[in-house]
């Protein structure tokens, strides 16, 4: 008997692939970010069932969560700092293997062999699996991709993964996917975390309305994170966070990410560097390529000078 979706998280009624798209056209996103989001929930349930690793959930996927509905972006990797003694890529990669096993052994992962994709897909393609992608040494992250089964797509897609981050191996077949990193250098993890609701943007429909915790950085941790990020790689999406998270900001959330810039910078003159970043943005209307694929909602805010210069003195005041 050919195997469909096997999910620990949701029901097999939740993968309908018109519900999906006509979700996903109230939203004005791709059908495919929507479906991603749905794994979210099921990655991060994963996650927390069944490995044994001490994960603090960070990034664009872990700030939209703390938003409102109407100001998150799609966002759609997972991201991770991590609390273990061995701080080494070879004990993250035995542990996701052993989790891979896991899913196996729990029936939450199926063979693309045992499927109605199992003559356009590789003989390695497993539906549910996690795959070791690369290890980037200047961060400190190593990356996984999570493979799934698609009611959207019907496109062969390709991969390169690396069981051993050395050697290459070629993952082919009919799929949808998210990243998860894992950075193994940050000491600590978090100056200081929660225990909160994951509630992301599918949670609007009453299909994907569904209860979730995860450990997550703080409000100030995840400020710093931004900043350092923004300055790094001046993406808008890290632009428009920062400046998201300027409606949920508190005085001690400053001071934490104060502390946090110091611990890691010795001090905070790179604050300086983030504000000329801001200011360029906003002279050279970058916000203009980005519109599109931001909530419709947010649109007028994101063209207001206001939205930068508020952005502004709250980064100033660090």
């Known amino acids: 008997m050919l195997r469909d979706i096997s999910s620990l998280f949701w029901s097999e009624e939740v993968f309908n692939g018109a519900k999906i798209r006509d979700c996903s056209k109230g939203e004005g996103v791709n059908p495919k970010d929507f479906e991603k989001q749905i794994w979210e929930y099921d990655t991060l349930n994963i996650l927390k069932e069944f490995s044994d690793l001490d994960l603090f959930f960070k990034g664009g996927t872990c700030v939209q969560s703390l938003l409102p509905f109407d100001y998150q972006r799609f966002s759609i990797d997972l991201d991770f700092n991590i609390e273990i003694k061995d701080r080494t890529k070879e004990f993250i990669l035995s542990k996701f293997r052993e989790l891979n096993e896991r899913l196996e052994k729990e029936d939450l992962s199926t063979p693309a062999s045992v499927t109605k994709y199992k003559k356009k897909s590789s003989d390695d393609l497993v539906y549910g699996n996690f795959y070791p992608r690369d290890y980037d040494e200047i961060s400190g992250t190593l990356t996984f991709i999570r493979i799934f089964m698609t009611k959207i797509g019907s496109r062969i897609m390709k991969f390169v993964y690396m069981d051993d981050l050395r050697q290459k191996k070629y993952l082919s077949g009919v799929f949808n996917h998210i990243l998860v990193q894992v950075n193994i250098k940050h000491q600590p993890p978090a100056l200081k975390w929660e225990l909160k609701d994951i509630t992301l943007k599918i949670q609007k429909y009453p299909e994907y309305k569904k209860g979730l915790q995860f450990k997550c950085l703080s409000v100030g941790d995840l400020f710093a994170d931004k900043l350092m990020a923004f300055k790094n790689r001046k993406a808008f999406k890290d632009l428009y966070d920062l400046g ?35 200011e360029f943005s906003l002279k050279n209307k970058e916000y203009s390529k980005h519109i599109h694929s931001l909530p419709k909602e947010v649109a007028p805010s994101i063209m207001d000078r206001m939205f930068y210069t508020k952005l502004i003195d709250v980064i100033e005041g660090i």
Do not use: P, R
């Open 244 to 278: 998201m998270m300027v409606k949920i900001i508190k005085d001690l959330d400053i001071e934490t990410s104060k502390q946090k810039i110091n611990q890691i910078f010795g001090d905070t003159a790179m604050i300086q560097d983030v504000v000329k970043a801001i």
